[in-house]
């Protein structure tokens, strides 16, 4: 490998590196730089447009990806045929089940919301890359564990709240991960029905709209044509009250 390949594996990772950061993931975030060249040279980048699937269940628990741009999500479908949107991804993050073993009955579906680039990674990239850059794989590792802790966490706070209280830490998380600021209020975009919502609390339709009519009349939240629009400073004022 010539120096000035070297050169562009590294500014590509330090330009990464900055993404995590800011998230604060830290996942190549001042790693030496033999390192970066390494961890460089075994992913793969991807490109995709709004509505592609960037990863099939059958091939969920065989990769990992690194968003690098754009956002995705990673939902279920019932058996009824009806999608249970698990999480929304944005750059900094990382996913795929790779990590989990050989976990094939949580097959999830990762679709892309935008214009999405990511790095893939394989399992046998993956095992390649434990043996020569193992700073990188212990912090992969401890980013796992956060958010595995982080969701315990959130599941925790959700057995013990009310339906109203629920509703409203999913639309901050979903303002803060996927929300476009709309003067002194913020757009989640894409929107989602009241179903969608319901789904994503188990709650029935109805709950949920019952919930949002409450909602609207105490300000926290509106709509824009399809757009919910929630007013971030009320809603976390109403959770906290």
């Known amino acids: 490998m010539t120096d000035n390949t070297d050169k562009r594996h590294a500014h590509t990772l330090f330009e990464a590196a900055r993404t995590w950061h800011v998230r604060h993931a830290h996942l190549l975030d001042n790693l030496p730089p033999h390192e970066l ?44 045929g009806d999608e249970r949107i698990l999480h929304i991804f944005r750059a900094g993050d990382a996913f795929g089940g790779l990590l989990m073993g050989d976990m094939e009955e949580f097959s999830p579906w990762i679709q892309a919301l935008d214009a999405v680039k990511v790095a893939m990674m394989d399992e046998a990239n993956f095992k390649q890359l434990v043996h020569v850059a193992p700073t990188a794989c212990m912090r992969l590792f401890q980013y796992v564990v956060e958010h595995h802790v982080e969701d315990v966490k959130r599941l925790e706070r959700f057995i013990h709240m009310k339906a109203r209280d629920r509703l409203l830490l999913t639309l901050i998380d979903l303002s803060q991960r996927i929300g476009e600021p709309s003067d002194d209020l913020t757009a989640i975009d894409p929107p989602y029905t009241h179903e969608e919502l319901g789904n994503m609390l188990g709650l029935v339709r109805t709950t949920v709209s019952e919930l949002i009519s409450e909602l609207k009349g105490l300000g926290v939240i509106d709509n824009q044509g399809r757009k919910l629009l929630i007013d971030l400073r009320r809603a ?3 959770l906290n009250g």
């Open 37 to 80: 060249a390494q961890v460089n040279a075994f992913l793969t980048p991807m490109h995709f447009n709004n509505g592609e699937i960037v990863c099939p269940p059958d091939a969920h628990h065989t990769k990992l990806f690194f968003l690098m741009e754009g956002r995705v999500k990673q939902y279920t479908v019932t058996q009824n």
């Open 236 to 238: 976390n004022q109403l």
